[in-house]
């Protein structure tokens, strides 16, 4: 009896946790700008474009005595695509997989009707706890801020549940990121590490890689284009006959887009607009990979995508 009382008060100062929190809230409400801000490193693309994270994405936290994996979800909207039908199932699949769930709601603007939807959604999860997060408090003045901290209070009790935390942060501010992980560490169970030391993200290069250019082509461009654009990396390959101290990385890789007539939105006058995209990706991928790249970008026709089951397939969806 008494050795098992010693050994349980020894783990008891030496307690590891971890374990999994995933952040979700309608599109463009911040949550994979937290997640890389919280990471320290950017694991997932943003825009703001609504609906640009298309898969779930880990981001990995380590601390000396806890591993935080960050689930960052698509935003969960009203679906007008099997495209958005498959991300938000992929979102809803997310919530019974995690310790926790992060709802985020921007600052600056009203909680709505959408917020209100996923809210009650999350009422329905009961043995998981709920944290609030307020994004985007750099956008907002201290009035309107605790206004919205209210509105959420209020929410919880409508919805019959009490959010375990209610948290203001600023990612691009770096205002209260670390004071989030460190609330949401405690809700972890113990456990070892989940992830070998160092690991920032669990997304293969392929995929971060067919993630930058899509980031990159997601700038500048408007009205139903973004959700259009989806890019694949069909080849990554060190060229031949390199002397070792001059690598350079061969990457082939599609822009797809919906109607033949996107084709001339995406290329640009003269090309410009596809030789940007190239230039600002290529710099990104450099830099995630640590290695020289040649890049090698088409635009292709992949006609209604978002709404064809086949092509979803072939788009890895
Ligand atoms: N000023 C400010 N802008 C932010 C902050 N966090 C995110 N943003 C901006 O808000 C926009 C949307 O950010 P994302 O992180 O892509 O949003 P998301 O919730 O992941 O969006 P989806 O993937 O579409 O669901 C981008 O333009 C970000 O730069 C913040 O703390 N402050
Ligand atoms: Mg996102």
Request: glycine share 8%; net charge neutral; charged share 25%.
């Amino acid at each position: 009896m008494s050795v098992r009382n010693q050994s349980s008060e020894q783990s008891a100062e030496s307690v590891h946790r971890a374990g999994f929190a995933c952040f979700v809230g309608r599109p463009n409400a911040g949550k994979s700008t937290l997640t890389n801000a919280l990471v320290g490193k950017k694991v997932a693309i943003t825009s703001n474009r609504p609906q640009t994270t298309r898969h779930t994405v880990r981001g990995i936290v380590h601390r000396p005595d806890a591993q935080l994996i960050l689930v960052d979800t698509p935003g969960l909207h009203k679906p007008r695509t099997l495209l958005g039908e498959r991300l938000n199932d992929v979102v809803r699949a997310t919530w019974a997989e995690v310790d926790v769930i992060g709802f985020c709601l921007p600052a600056n603007e009203k909680l709505g009707p959408g917020d209100r939807f996923i809210a009650k959604e999350l009422a329905g999860i009961k043995r998981t706890p709920k944290v609030a997060v307020v994004t985007k408090t750099d956008l907002v003045d201290s009035k309107t801020l605790a206004e919205q901290l209210i509105a959420l209070d209020q929410l919880g009790k409508e919805l019959g549940f009490e959010w375990a935390e209610i948290v203001p942060v600023s990612a691009v501010g770096d205002q209260q990121v670390g004071l989030l992980a460190d609330l949401l560490i405690p809700m972890m169970p113990k456990s070892p590490p989940l992830y070998p030391e160092g690991d920032l993200t669990d997304e293969p290069e392929q995929v971060m890689v067919a993630e930058l250019i899509r980031e990159a082509a997601l700038e500048g461009v408007r009205d139903e284009l973004p959700h259009s654009i989806a890019v694949v990396v069909e080849e990554m390959l060190p060229r031949e006959d390199r002397p070792a101290d001059r690598p350079l990385l061969d990457i082939h890789a599609n822009i797809y887009i919906e109607r033949p007539s996107q084709k001339g939105i995406i290329i640009g006058p003269k090309g410009k607009r596809l030789k940007d995209v190239g230039i600002q990706s290529r710099k990104q991928i450099e830099a995630l990979l640590g290695t020289p790249v040649f890049l090698d970008l088409h635009v292709k026709v992949a006609k209604d995508w978002q709404r064809d089951p086949k092509q979803l397939r072939k788009l890895g969806f």
